[in-house]
């Protein structure tokens, strides 16, 4: 994993995933990928049928998961991605599923 040192400058965000996204893996498969690119925060379903995470890590480290998420795992189809930026103090140690 590739943890950012402790003085490196992360970016947090905000993400919110619409499409065939419940049901076809996707927290699963989100805590995965997040977990091979370094990155921290969490995932979890949202009652509307969306999926929310806060992603937290270095730009680099966003950028490709979120490339990852417009997509996400093969049985899903993702109609959106929206997402913003969070300013946040606390640093997130791992990324997990809620």
Known sequence: MNTPHQDTPLET???R???KVQGVGFRLATVRQA???GVAGWVRNAPDGSVEALIQG???Q???MLQWLRV???AAQVRELASE???EERR???FEQR
Request: hydrophobic share 35%.
């Open 92 to 94: 997130y140690g791992r």
């Open 62 to 64: 966003i950028d490709l």
């Open 13 to 15: 965000l905000s993400v």
């Open 72 to 74: 996400g795992p093969p």
């Open 58 to 60: 270095t730009p680099d």
């Open 35 to 37: 977990h091979l690119l």
């Open 17 to 19: 995933v619409t499409g």
């Open 85 to 87: 930026q969070v300013y």
